[in-house]
Structure formats: C-alpha cells, structure tokens
C-alpha cells in the first residue's frame, strides 16, 4: 500500500516536472509572458543632465530651501511673494515658482520653493545670470 502511494506520487511529481519543464522552454522561446515583461533596455549614452534636458522646449524644476529665523518668516514670505510676482510679469526671466510653502513638520521655520525654468540648464543659467546682474539695492 505504501509503494502504491509513492508510486503515483512519483509518477505526479514526475509529470509536474513535465509541465514546467515545458512552460519554462515557452518563455524562453519568447511566449506570451516573456515579451511583455522582459526587455532590454538601450544603454544610454548622453549625461543624465543632457537627458533631462536635452530638447529646448523642456523644463528643468528645482528645489529651494530657505531657513529663516521665526520672528523674520512673516516678512520673508511677504518679500518672497513680492519677488515672485516680478519674476512672473517679466517675461525675460524663463522661470516660474510652481509651489511655494513652509514647512510645520521636520525642519521647522523653512521655506520651500519649487521652481520652473522653461528651456532646460540654459534657462537656469540664463535666469542666474540675468539675477546677478539685475540685483536690487
């Protein structure tokens, strides 16, 4: 009795083997389940800067972080708003802030801005530039 039970248990085992072994040869011969999944992706050769932003209608975002002191955040958020404002009407600077916010959680009395330049890195420089000269007094 015990060998007839291993016996059909092994006949069992052996025809599961089978059927992987066949679903196995399936996906390696390129079935419906290997194309989908498994690509091969084309190694990239530009830089990562160059892909980001390679085409001049493209946009680059940057992250800005401001500690400001607590007494100072009401009058810096006025400030920064007034700043924005400029930047937004004058249509020689090829930025925009997208989110600006303060921080209640981790790093209290920070500012955050997020920012859009239109063009890629040359609008960044463009616009860094164009801050440095234009500075106010």
């Given at each position: 009795m015990a060998h007839a039970a291993s016996s059909s248990a092994g006949t069992g085992g052996r025809k599961l083997l089978t059927s992987l072994s066949r679903a196995t040869r399936r996906l390696s011969e390129g079935g419906w389940f290997h194309s989908p999944v498994v690509s091969q992706a084309a190694a990239r050769k530009?830089?990562?800067?160059?892909?980001?932003?390679?085409?001049?209608?493209?946009?680059?975002y940057k992250i800005q972080f401001h500690n400001v002191k607590p007494e100072c955040l009401?009058?810096?958020?006025?400030?920064?708003?007034?700043?924005?404002?400029?930047?937004?009407?004058d249509q020689d600077y090829p930025c925009e802030v997208v989110g600006s916010w303060n921080t209640w959680y981790g790093e209290q009395d920070q500012a955050?801005?997020?920012?859009?330049?239109?063009?890629?890195y040359p609008a960044l420089t463009e616009c860094l530039k164009k801050l440095n000269i234009n500075k106010v007094e």
């Open positions: 530009d830089a990562h800067s160059n892909l980001l932003s390679k085409r001049e209608t493209s946009n680059l009401q009058d810096y958020n006025r400030l920064e708003a007034e700043v924005q404002t400029r930047l937004h009407e955050v801005h997020l920012w859009r330049y239109r063009g890629g």
